[in-house]
């Protein structure tokens, strides 16, 4: 399949190098106006570029269209004289089905994909979902090549939002930056406070996942009543921690929303 990436930013490098680990025999082919770009996928990842839009969509039987929600319009009006009959999966976070649809229908077919930046490690969580008219053969090559770099979860587009704004490794590397300050503020060095605070978020969340217990009996075997971790785990929700997760949420949940009326 040739797979064209409209966008040479970072979600497009991250996939790009989860795609090269399992050595994808997809021919990959990268436009950007960006000519710097270009030219460090290409030496990154040996794939093909191509800075003319209308000659990159030549042939290809996949769109990606990986830019910033406000830059979704302008690339598809650049694309119009180039129609032809091709798949197109929008990555653009918070612009829906309809919206694109409306900037540029028919001859293309559309899905929209959150793939996530750790998907260069092989262990990216991608949420799709597609147009009711959309064929069963499109389906299963969107869901092929997003589960090709991780786990897929097929989700109804009145959901996306949600799911964009909860999923963000960005959550976890934050929480792992905040902790890790707090240790060295309690005496540990840098690295000794990262690996701590690593074993904390992530060996204890595998735990979770890769194994048969409840979050709520794990949690209950890690803090005993009067003891360390529990007196932990009660100041920061004295001090507001379920709250300011709640809120950023909120926040995120905000910004999607406008991206949906631009």
Request: contains cysteine; proline residues 5%; aromatic residues 4%.
């Amino acid at each position: 399949m040739n797979v064209l990436f409209l966008g040479g930013g970072r979600i497009t490098s991250a996939m790009l190098a989860g795609l090269r680990r399992t050595k994808t025999r997809h021919r990959l082919q990268v436009h950007d106006r960006n000519p710097g770009k270009l030219r460090d996928l290409k030496r990154r990842y040996a794939v093909a570029v191509e800075p003319d839009l209308n000659r990159a969509v030549l042939g290809a039987d996949l769109l990606l269209v990986a830019v910033r929600p406000e830059s979704v319009a302008e690339l598809l009006r650049a694309l119009a004289p180039a129609n032809r009959p091709v798949l197109a999966v929008s990555l653009a976070a918070g612009v829906p089905l309809r919206l694109l649809k409306k900037m540029l229908g028919a001859p293309l077919r559309w899905a929209r994909a959150m793939p996530s930046p750790v998907c260069r490690s092989g262990r990216g969580l991608t949420a799709i979902t597609f147009a009711r008219s959309l064929p069963n053969a499109d389906r299963k090559r969107v869901r092929n090549f997003f589960a090709s770099f991780g786990q897929v979860v097929e989700i109804p587009e009145s959901k996306f939002d949600a799911f964009t704004v909860t999923y963000s490794c960005s959550h976890g590397y934050h929480a792992l930056s905040a902790l890790a300050e707090a240790g060295q503020q309690a005496g540990l060095d840098r690295n000794t406070a990262l690996l701590a605070s690593a074993h904390a978020l992530s060996d204890g969340i595998v735990t979770w996942r890769e194994g048969k217990h409840s979050l709520d009996a794990l949690l209950e075997e890690a803090t005993t009543p009067g003891g360390i971790a529990a007196s932990a785990a009660g100041g920061m929700d004295a001090a507001g921690y379920r709250r300011a997760v709640r809120k950023g949420v909120a926040a995120g949940m905000k910004r999607t929303r406008a991206n949906a009326r631009q």
